[in-house]
């Protein structure tokens, strides 16, 4: 997420920090490096020119002059007005007291609005509500059968009427579904176009003004950068909105919608999309989004979905078999179950302080795990507890069994025993001594790929 960005940025703060002594020169220098940053990442011209405005007024008051560190005050000036920039502080959902509380999703074709249906419905759901889906978009091949298998998926209703070519019927008959079946919230998935119609925002206008929903959330692909912003403010004017979601924020590496939106329609950020998986969604917080964007992680979101995904008994059980020295490939492959709960490695790792800045000009590969895991699964029960039973004859029934080579056989044995070294320093209370010695990129190799 926002690696180009990140990456660029972090060259220009790292000039802006050895800066021994600020003047108003090295602060139009640095911020004339940071405005071609934001130019390149595709940031509305308009919204970059009083972003970098108001940081140079701000980094050439005596506050910052004065300081022993200005280097480091600019960057927190620069982290507060990307804050700003994006909405200052979380916003949530609103709902209304009528039974069921509606939710209209809006956006072009494409733009990922069926899918960020059904992931919304779980959120909901996680978070004590009783959902349901209206399947309103007739026009799109497939789409309310897309809908359905993600609803069956997740266990929600999706409402539609087979051979009913007017959605606005749909969505009046989805209401009395759920007062019938003690829905408390409705999302309304809509039909979206290749672009902007006077057709598509007629009927959407109608459904709007006929369930009076409690939010209208209108869906953008934030790869698109200007044009997610541009079609946001066309939405807006024809059919204003409570809150903006980006989709697809995992594959953007330049930031551009994420820091012009909000800006240019005034309207908050209140859900971003970051992968396919129905559990890949985050509720917006523009404090977070500056941290990785400053390449300083995002710590708060690591530990929420650890402590969302992670089994506690398993950890109990875990803890257990480590004090007794018994951790075996049984618990290393349901660890990496619970690790790929939690999303995408590249998102996981980008959320560590420090970690992006490590992995700068290396691609993390998402698929990793596969081969480990069908190594794993091709050992016998009795082989995955006990290791060191796994001579050179079985090393290759292993390798055939899992379509690998008996070096990446070898290579996983011997990063298992690494660990195991380190789970026996941990009984020993040496565990950040261990730490600090261990190389990553020596025990782990070919995890990562230089660009």
């Known amino acids: 997420m926002f690696e180009e960005l990140t990456n660029k940025l972090e060259v220009v703060l790292k000039k802006i920090r050895g800066q021994g002594k600020i003047t108003e020169k090295n602060v139009e220098e640095s911020l004339r490096e940071v405005r071609r940053v934001l130019f390149d990442a595709d940031v509305n011209y308009k919204v970059a020119g009083k972003f970098i405005e108001q940081v140079k007024i701000k980094s050439l008051g005596q506050n910052v002059l004065n300081s022993i560190t200005p280097g480091q005050l600019i960057i927190k000036i620069i982290n507060d007005e990307l804050i700003n920039l994006m909405g200052s502080k979380k916003t949530d959902i609103n709902f209304s007291t009528e039974i069921p509380s509606s939710i209209l999703i809006v956006g072009l074709q494409g733009s990922g609005k069926t899918t960020f249906c059904a992931k919304l419905a779980k959120h909901l759901k996680s978070k004590g509500r009783n959902p349901a889906i209206a399947a309103c978009d007739i026009y799109r ?30 969505a009046r008959r989805s209401i009395e579904f759920c007062r019938q079946n003690t829905k408390d919230t409705l999302i309304f998935d809509t039909a979206g176009r290749l672009a902007i119609d006077e057709v598509m925002m007629n009927e959407v206008t109608k459904i709007k003004d006929a369930v009076k929903p409690a939010e209208t959330m209108f869906v953008v692909d934030s790869m698109t950068g200007q044009d997610a912003v541009n079609t946001a403010k066309k939405f807006y004017e024809k059919l204003s909105y409570e809150s903006v979601v980006l989709t697809k924020l995992d594959g953007d590496t330049r930031g551009g919608a994420a820091l012009s939106i909000r800006a240019v329609v ?13 559990d890949a969604i985050e509720p917006f917080y523009p404090d977070r989004m500056a941290s990785r964007i400053l390449g300083k992680g995002d710590i708060v979101s690591f530990v929420e979905k650890a402590q969302k995904e992670y089994d506690t008994d398993e950890a109990q059980k875990l803890e257990e078999k480590i004090r007794k020295n018994k951790f075996d490939f049984n618990d290393f492959l ?29 691609e993390v590969d998402d698929k990793i795990f596969v081969k480990i895991e069908a190594i794993i699964l091709s050992m016998t029960n009795r082989e995955r507890e ?18 690998t080579t008996i070096q990446d056989v070898n290579k996983l044995l011997k990063q298992f025993q690494e660990m195991q070294k380190m789970m026996k320093s941990f009984n020993k209370n040496k565990m950040f001594n261990m730490m600090k010695k261990f190389d990553f990129q020596k025990n782990f190799p070919g995890q990562f790929k230089t660009n």
């Open 334 to 362: 349901s660890q990496i179950n619970q690790i790929k709960k939690m999303g995408s490695i590249s998102n996981i790792l980008g959320m560590i302080p420090g970690v992006s800045s490590a992995l700068k000009g290396r």
């Open 266 to 278: 005034d309207i908050p950020i209140k859900f971003v999309s970051i992968g396919e998986k129905l």
């Open 386 to 403: 006990n290791p060191h039973i796994i001579n050179g004859m079985r090393r290759r029934r292993i390798a055939n069994g899992s379509g």
């Open 141 to 170: 091949p497939a789409a309310v059968e897309q809908l359905k298998i993600l609803g069956n998926e997740i266990n929600i209703p999706v409402f539609s009427i087979d051979s009913e070519n007017d959605p606005l019927k749909i």
